[in-house]
């Protein structure tokens, strides 16, 4: 669902989040209320409560937020504090106001003139905190109804927790208090408001758990700032390079948007040059930032376990992990356990252990010093070879990765033919247009490739990328004429049943014709499908597939009688022709 609030946030339309938004903006409307939004870093606390401070402001309701930091300068409640500087134009006359809300006044300069005069500072340190909490809740009153927020509070201090805890089990009547924290960032064990809490009766609120986005809502979001540049590929790859996370799906975004396209139109080359701008892209710095972190805090084992699923780039077993990061068996257990609680790797699929995102993979690879890197890529053909069943499309990337051109053509096109023999078409189509962006390429690997493409082609999801591939190959020069002739083929049937060029199709597909006159039964497949297209006039169906069945009369190739004798009986059914 997308929430209509375009102009917000970086001016993208807020996707996935209808049903949390609703939640939060509820609770809220009737105060006093306690909200705890969570989630990882990344994905959208911020955005949500920037959604709904729009839907509250609206109504009439104030909001102010304070902001928790790792190295915060020591000041006493300084997350509150900084919220509280923004309500200097609520505040009524200080002869109005409890006399002990003087108390912020020397923390407060800005305000100290719309406050009641400090009162005596206690003596004792602790009592002069809880002066401070009162003076706090005195104002936080006075300025209702009022929507406090305190964003990530998983690094707020010890007297800010306790504020916030002692604020949460007595609200001001007109107070809506908003938490936003990180739970793999709090200490083990450890509630988010330092014991356990739960709301006193009379006190409203949720507790909001933020997961990633679908992929069909990213599929929403890239339609609605790119329009008809949103192909499939593009949206698929914006869907695997964040995992649904918002922040890095709106730093893609903004990375394409910000791209000059002199010379382009919308389509084919285009959606190409996206996806290679997105494969080429800079990593975030607050992703990067984020993940070295993390990474500071493991030990030497742990790290070289991650440098490992790096490099692997795809969920993998303890056993293969440790095989290509050379550790000692007996450490295994100890470095995954301290990668999993960092939230450095996750457990995707039982016993299979990667990345949550391909960033934060890209991250920690491209820091991995170069000859390591190396090393580790080489560790990982041995160890993915040696296995009972070589996965070929991986064991195609390290050696790709290891510069090794000859070995990787090799092994993507083993790929791509094992990718056709198992139906993934879409995995070959990926290779085998990969080979052929290859610009040393010999030409019979360039041959066989274009071929492999062309026969898959016609029933493939990208249809548009394929057709410019298949265009390009077919005006090649050095393509034999047999080759040349079915990949003409193969391209008209895919501009005729997908391309949205009937026409041109039609074209390629009469031309097909004559280059494969020594090849009657494949021209066949041309002529059927020049014979069903709905625009034709029954003489010209009669005459096309009079031709089809004569090419194939006396050919051995039994397919391609079916084909024409299936075609035969699929217009005589569409004619209603009883003798069907």
Not at 210 to 225: G, S
Not at 556 to 580: E, I, K, Q, S, Y
Request: proline share 8%; hydrophobic share 45%; with cysteine.
């Amino acid at each position: 669902m997308a929430v209509n609030h375009a102009a917000s946030g970086r001016g993208f339309t807020c996707v996935g989040r209808g049903r949390e938004l609703d939640l939060l903006v509820a609770a809220l409307e009737f105060p006093p209320a306690v909200v705890l939004v969570e989630g990882e870093p990344g994905v959208g606390k911020s955005r949500l409560v920037q959604e709904a401070t729009g839907a509250l402001t609206d109504r009439g309701i104030r909001m102010v937020t304070g902001m928790c930091h790792p190295l915060r300068e020591p000041l006493p409640f300084g997350p509150v504090l900084d919220a509280l500087g923004g309500t200097g134009e609520w505040l009524p006359p200080p002869e109005r106001l409890n006399p002990q809300a003087g108390a912020l006044a020397p923390l407060l300069p800005a305000l100290a003139h719309r406050l009641p005069p400090p009162p005596a500072l206690p003596d004792d340190t602790r009592a002069g905190r809880f002066q401070l909490m009162g003076a706090v809740r005195s104002v936080l009153d006075a300025v209702g109804p009022l929507v406090l927020v305190v964003e990530d509070l998983h690094w707020a201090d010890e007297a800010t927790r306790e504020l916030l805890l002692l604020l949460a089990r007595d609200l001001p009547r007109r107070l809506g208090l908003v938490l936003t924290y990180r739970r793999e960032d709090l200490p083990t064990d450890v509630p988010v408001l330092g014991v356990p809490y739960r709301r006193p009766p009379g006190t409203g609120g949720a507790e909001i758990h933020l997961e990633p986005l679908t992929e069909h809502d990213v599929h929403d979001l890239a339609t609605a700032v790119l329009g008809p540049r949103a192909t499939t590929a593009l949206r698929r790859t914006l869907f695997e390079r964040s995992a649904g996370l918002p922040l890095i799906v709106e730093e893609d975004l903004l990375t394409l948007t910000a791209q000059p396209r002199p010379g382009h139109t919308i389509g084919v080359a285009t959606a190409t040059d996206d996806v290679s701008v997105l494969r080429e892209a800079e990593v975030p710095r607050s992703l990067r930032e984020a993940v070295n972190q993390r990474m500071a805090t493991l030990s030497e084992p742990a790290v070289a376990l991650v440098e490992a699923a790096a490099v692997l780039a795809v969920p993998a077993d303890q056993h293969l992990l440790t095989e290509v990061a050379r550790l000692d068996p007996k450490q295994v257990d100890q470095a995954l356990t301290e990668a999993l609680q960092a939230t450095v790797l996750h457990e995707a699929a039982p016993g299979r252990y990667t990345f949550r995102h391909a960033l934060a993979q890209q991250t920690v690879h491209q820091d991995i010093p170069g000859p390591h890197r190396q090393n580790l890529h080489r560790q990982a053909v041995r160890a993915l070879t040696a296995s009972p069943s070589p996965p070929l499309v991986q064991i195609a990337h390290h050696t790709r990765t290891l510069g090794d051109v000859p070995t990787w053509l090799r092994q993507a096109e083993a790929a791509a033919d094992q990718a056709i023999s198992l139906g993934d078409e879409g995995t070959a189509s990926t290779l085998i247009h990969e080979i052929l962006a290859e610009p040393r390429l010999e030409g019979d690997l360039r041959t066989r490739a274009a071929l492999a493409l062309s026969r898959i082609a016609v029933n493939g999801v990208d249809h548009t990328t394929s057709a410019t591939a298949l265009r390009r190959i077919v005006s090649a020069p050095r393509l034999t004429e047999a080759a040349r002739s079915e990949i003409r083929l193969a391209l008209g049937l895919l501009m005729v049943n997908q391309g949205g060029d009937a026409a041109g199709g039609e074209r390629e597909l009469e031309r097909a014709i004559e280059e494969l006159a020594t090849r009657p039964d494949v021209a066949a497949r041309a002529m059927v499908a020049l014979a069903v297209h709905p625009n034709r006039t029954p003489q010209e169906v009669r005459t096309w597939m009079r031709r089809a069945e004569d090419a194939v009369h006396d050919s051995p190739n039994r397919g391609a009688r079916a084909a024409v004798h299936a075609t035969r009986l699929t217009l005589m059914a569409r004619a209603n022709d009883p003798a069907v």
